[in-house]
Nanobody
Framework: QVQLVESGGGLVQTGGSLRLSCAASGFAFNMYTMNWLRQLPRKERELVASIRPNGVTNYADFVEGRFTISRDNAERTLDLQMNNPTPEDTANYYC???????WGQGTPVTVSS
């Protein structure tokens, strides 16, 4: 069955860096657009970034060049490199197969000031 397993979250200081990963299995990874979303406390999930099978990327305005989404179709992994995070980026981060209800369990990111 479809599995998405996120990892890499944790505590990071403002201005630091963190790399999130999502290991995918159970579907044709190289055929789907993949997303990173996040859910801030008491807020709805919001898109952070997406990447098409061919590597074309899209970012939310709030990313402002700080994060980079990437994928390795051979390894079936999706990454999010977070540089210069701020406390406003504190959230649970999820990977998702676009257009489906498949989500991972999330990985928490806490950014301290």
């Amino acid at each position: 069955q479809v599995q998405l397993v996120e990892s890499g979250g944790g505590l990071v200081q403002t201005g630091g860096s963190l790399r999130l990963s999502c290991a995918a299995s159970g579907f044709a990874f190289n055929m789907y657009t993949m997303n990173w979303l996040r859910q801030l406390p008491r807020k709805e999930r919001e898109l952070v970034a997406s990447i098409r099978p061919n590597g074309v990327t899209n970012y939310a305005d709030f990313v402002e060049g700080r994060f980079t989404i990437s994928r390795d179709n051979a390894e079936r992994t999706l990454d999010l490199q977070m540089n210069n995070p701020t406390p406003e980026d504190t959230a649970n981060y999820y990977c998702n197969i676009e257009g489906t209800g498949h989500w991972g369990q999330g990985t928490p990111v806490t950014v301290s000031s």
